[in-house]
């Protein structure tokens, strides 16, 4: 019977991970890790209590079988030389005690799988960067960590907050799930925090009336357009990063969807302003001409962070972007 049921269990599993695979269903990596910690965690309790008492008792079974038969030999006068420890061969020992496949795939993966659960819900998670909407600050290719406990702990998959962290800062580079489809998980940069009004107009960022300072650097090369861009270094709150600005388009934010507080912005030939509604935030992509963000889906909920990013751990294509980034 558990052979079986294993089987079908592990069906389903692959069954999900291929219909993610080739994109006949949408996945969710944070559901897919819980269940199978659920899974193996039940698996290993059964082993632990049931089945490895069950085939102790076995051996013990076996051992008291033997013992029984040299005391009647004794009885009868035949003495054997060879120890009871002999009687039971370590290969029938590892036998009797060994774990059958169903348990070796389950209850056995369940400590790898808890400890990749637990870090990556609550202490880092990792990243890749799959477009350029972050130039020059993040690469296509780059793999990131995510600080997950650096604004709150939060439960895995329903991300419920359980403790306060740190205040989301103005130019903090955040995860979060994407406010249209939160199955998805974004990253961008925090230009707005509750109560602000941010202003993107001629491609000048200005917050509560303040214009941002923007100093000239050296063009960027853009490889996914193969071509020069303009790059400015920017302070948003205590953070200096650079940005982009693309010459060949336009100020205006065109194919705004509707969204939740849309009210709160002004859109213009010149660009958009906002009004931050409170428990919410406004994210900007540092390649500033080439980025989907708030402008065009509007604000970021609390409840939707994952987590703070800080630091690339590898990129295969430009070992160089080893480090941390602000």
Not at 30 to 59: D, H, I
Not at 89 to 105: A, V, Y
Request: glycine share 8%; with cysteine; aromatic share 14%.
């Amino acid at each position: 019977m558990m052979p079986v049921l294993t089987a079908i269990i592990l069906a389903t599993f692959l069954g999900y991970i291929g219909a993610w695979y080739t994109g006949a269903l949408e996945g969710n990596f944070a559901l897919l890790l819980f269940l199978a910690t659920l899974v193996t965690g039940v698996y290993w309790l059964a082993e632990r209590f049931y089945f490895l008492p069950k085939r102790q008792k076995e051996l013990a079974d076996q051992i008291a079988q033997k013992q029984d038969r040299q005391a009647s030999l004794a009885k009868m006068g035949i003495h054997q030389n060879n120890s009871l420890e002999s009687e039971v061969s370590p290969e029938m020992r590892e036998q009797i005690l060994r774990q059958p496949w169903w348990l070796d795939w389950t209850a056995g993966l369940f400590p790898v799988i808890v400890v990749v659960f637990l870090l990556r819900s609550f202490l880092f998670e990792p990243f890749k960067i799959p477009s350029g909407s972050m130039y020059p600050t993040l690469w296509v290719g780059d793999l990131i960590l995510v600080n997950k406990f650096h604004y709150g702990v939060r439960l895995p998959v329903i991300n419920t907050k359980l403790t306060d962290g740190a205040t989301v800062q103005r130019g903090d580079v955040m995860v979060f799930r994407y406010p249209p489809k939160p199955s998805l998980d974004y990253i961008k940069r925090v230009v707005g925090i509750p109560g602000d009004e941010v202003a993107y107009l001629n491609k000048k960022l200005t917050i509560n009336g303040k214009p941002l300072v923007k100093e000239s650097q050296p063009d960027f090369f853009e490889q996914d357009s193969m071509r020069y861009i303009k790059q400015f270094q920017e302070k948003s709150g205590d953070k200096i990063h650079n940005i982009l600005n693309d010459d060949e388009r336009p100020a205006f934010v065109t194919g705004a969807d509707d969204f939740a507080f849309k009210q709160n912005c002004t859109y213009t030939v010149e660009g958009v302003t906002c009004k931050v509604p409170q428990g919410m935030y406004f994210m900007m992509g540092d390649n500033r001409d080439n980025s989907l963000d708030s402008r065009y889906w509007g604000f970021v909920p609390d409840k939707n962070i994952v987590g703070k990013a800080f630091f690339v751990w590898m990129n295969f294509g430009h070992i160089s972007r080893i480090g941390s980034f602000d």
